[in-house]
């Protein structure tokens, strides 16, 4: 996603940035409502928007499938997480695409893919009842 984001901000036009501008309210109105169905449905499109804008339609193929396969994730983080953190990442991606400031984008792509990661890994370790996810290292013995 950090990829096509650097890609998308450098060549994002203005009808496009008019379009996701236009998305902003409604995701913000679903997110604060709690409604997880339709927000995430209107998420999903607000970042296929974005990453077209790449003008790599494979790479954002590629993103849809693995956010496809995340959506068990997304609904978790969404549910059990500070879903309008969630939110505020989709407002700094558009305020980097409207600055079309490449570098901008593709850290904010990369912080809201740690900090889902973040969440989701603690929630399941909660649900779960151990202490981490992570893989142990080997202890030389």
Known sequence: EGLAARHAARLISAGTLEELRLQLPTLGALCNAGDLE???REDRTFMLACYGASARPRL???VAGL????QR?????????DHKR??????????AF?????DAAEVVAQEA????????????EDRLGIDSLAPREAVAG
Do not use: E, K
Not at 67 to 70: G, M
Not at 73 to 81: D, E, S, T
């Open 73 to 81: 994730y997304l609904r978790l983080v969404f549910i059990g997480a």
């Open 60 to 62: 954002v193929a590629q």
């Open 98 to 102: 409207a600055a079309h400031d490449a």
């Open 38 to 40: 339709h927000y995430l």
């Open 113 to 124: 893919l740690r900090w889902t990661l973040a969440q989701g890994q603690s929630m399941l």
């Open 67 to 70: 956010r496809d396969r995340a």
């Open 86 to 95: 969630w939110l505020d990442y989709s407002f700094q991606l558009f305020q």
